[in-house]
């Protein structure tokens, strides 16, 4: 099946600094969607990417979808401790679903 | 307006037992979706739904059965449990897979299987 691969698994930076979280895909995905999982909570939608070479942002966060639709990122300047939690990718390819990168979780030392 | 709404939220089996578990949505949403979420492997869809009267297998199926009789309700059965069906139960709906249509998730079942 499909495959979306997500580095780093787990990522401790201390606050102000800069957090990246990585996704890739072995074959061309059509869109890609990022969620967001507080501990202990359930995943929230932040933002999904269509065309390749796109970059979003929202305040401090910024996605990108690389030129070739097989990777992406996610990147917080300057992390806060309310940006902790488990950051997921999900590779949309043909058809109604999604599969979820195994997602890296963020700890943000005050 | 609740979203998706989850139930029960936590739930002890023996080995053999059955039990459902139901997610109900009101935003009027054609596709339905249920993932499990273990340690280390992300969220893995089990059975999904593009619309009422609908379903199909996802990367997971074995051991669960599912069923989508009314638009806003999906069911995940558990038929006989195994104690690797121990695992967080993520119920999520979305109105199209068109741009901007994220997935809306319910609160979670904790499911766990002695």
């Known amino acids: ?52 070479g796109e970059v979003k942002k929202q305040k401090r966060l910024t996605f990108q979808f690389g030129e070739a639709k097989k990777n992406s990122s996610l990147h917080i300047t300057a992390t806060q401790t309310t940006d902790v939690g488990t950051y997921f990718c999900a590779g949309g390819y043909t058809g109604n679903q999604f599969y979820f990168g195994t997602g890296t979780s963020l700890t943000v030392i005050p | 307006n609740a979203g998706v709404t989850q139930t029960p939220k936590f739930r002890v089996l023996k080995t053999g037992q059955s039990m459902t578990l139901l997610c109900a949505q009101d935003m009027n949403h ?27 297998k ?44 994220g997935y809306t998730f319910g609160s979670g079942t904790r499911l766990t299987v002695v």
């Open chain 2, 58 to 101: 996802g990367e997971v199926p074995d051991g669960y059965n599912v069923s989508r009789l009314k638009k806003q309700n999906f069911l995940l059965g558990l038929e006989s449990a195994a104690p690797s069906q121990t695992s967080v139960y993520f119920c999520a709906s979305s109105l199209s897979t068109g741009v901007n249509y």
């Open chain 1, 1 to 52: 099946g499909q495959q979306v691969m997500q580095i780093p698994q787990y990522q401790h930076v201390q606050e102000g600094e800069d957090f990246t979280t990585y996704c890739n895909s072995s074959t061309t995905l059509s869109n890609i969607q990022w969620y967001k999982q507080r501990p202990g909570g359930h995943p929230v939608f932040l933002i999904q990417l269509v065309k390749s």
């Open chain 2, 30 to 56: 054609e596709y339905m979706y249920w993932y499990r979420q273990d340690p280390g492997m992300g969220l893995r869809l089990i059975h999904y739904s593009v619309g009422e009267g609908t379903t199909a």
